[in-house]
């Protein structure tokens, strides 16, 4: 791994634990695949996945390596996401929270948009938002659409937990996320 440069707190231990993260992220990477799939580094089964949840913190840990001078970590992180805006984000900015892949990379199953954790529309929209800042372009062509799908289904309420169960307790962290993406969108 390249020598970092000391940012934050000015104590390089504590910024050795989240680079030996990114290390272990950028070497669970599955080139054919065009990301880290879920689960990779934890002993997850055969079959690998893409999820939603693993866009919040490999692209933190990918873009802190690479702006600590770990030179191909950006290009994974970039990687990383185009892909999942492949396979997770549909055409009116509803996001998937997982997709199951063949070994070839094709998407096999896909959860239903309609229901389920609020927190996927959520996360996805502060992670497009993050590579839109960060790289512009097609990730903020994904991020735009991804906020606007938020705003029209629940403009300034907090939404239920799960959605498609209007009964269901509310989400507060799901609606302070998405207002975190909101005030990140580069546009």
């Known amino acids: 791994m390249a020598r970092a440069r000391v940012?934050?707190?000015?104590?390089?231990?504590?910024?050795?634990?989240?680079?030996?993260?990114?290390?272990?992220?950028?070497?669970?990477?599955?080139?054919?695949?065009g990301l880290t799939p879920v689960g990779r580094a934890v002993g997850a089964g055969p079959t690998p996945r893409s999820g939603v949840d693993a866009l919040a913190g490999v692209v933190s840990l990918l873009?802190?390596?690479a702006d600590a001078g770990v030179h191909d970590?950006?290009?994974?992180?970039r990687a990383h996401v185009a892909r999942h805006v492949d396979v997770l984000v549909g055409r009116d900015g509803g996001i998937r929270p997982e997709t199951v892949?063949?070994?070839?990379?094709?998407?096999?199953?896909?959860?239903?948009?309609?229901?389920?954790?609020?927190?996927?529309?959520?996360w996805g929209v502060l992670r497009l938002a993050v590579a839109?800042?960060?790289w512009g372009g097609g990730f903020?062509?994904?991020?735009c659409p991804a906020a606007r799908w938020w705003l029209a289904r629940f403009g300034q309420e907090v939404p239920v937990a799960v959605l498609g169960r209007p009964?269901?307790?509310?989400?507060?962290?799901?609606?302070?996320?998405t207002a975190a993406g909101l005030l990140t969108c580069p546009r």
């Open 7 to 33: 940012v934050g707190c000015g104590d390089l231990v504590t910024w050795r634990v989240p680079l030996d993260g990114a290390d272990a992220l950028a070497g669970g990477f599955d080139r054919r695949l």
């Open 63 to 65: 873009g802190m390596g």
């Open 73 to 77: 970590l950006d290009a994974l992180a």
């Open 101 to 122: 892949l063949r070994p070839d990379g094709a998407p096999v199953s896909t959860a239903d948009l309609s229901d389920g954790w609020a927190r996927r529309q959520a």
């Open 132 to 134: 839109g800042q960060r």
């Open 140 to 143: 903020t062509d994904a991020g």
């Open 167 to 177: 009964g269901s307790p509310v989400e507060t962290s799901a609606a302070v996320i």
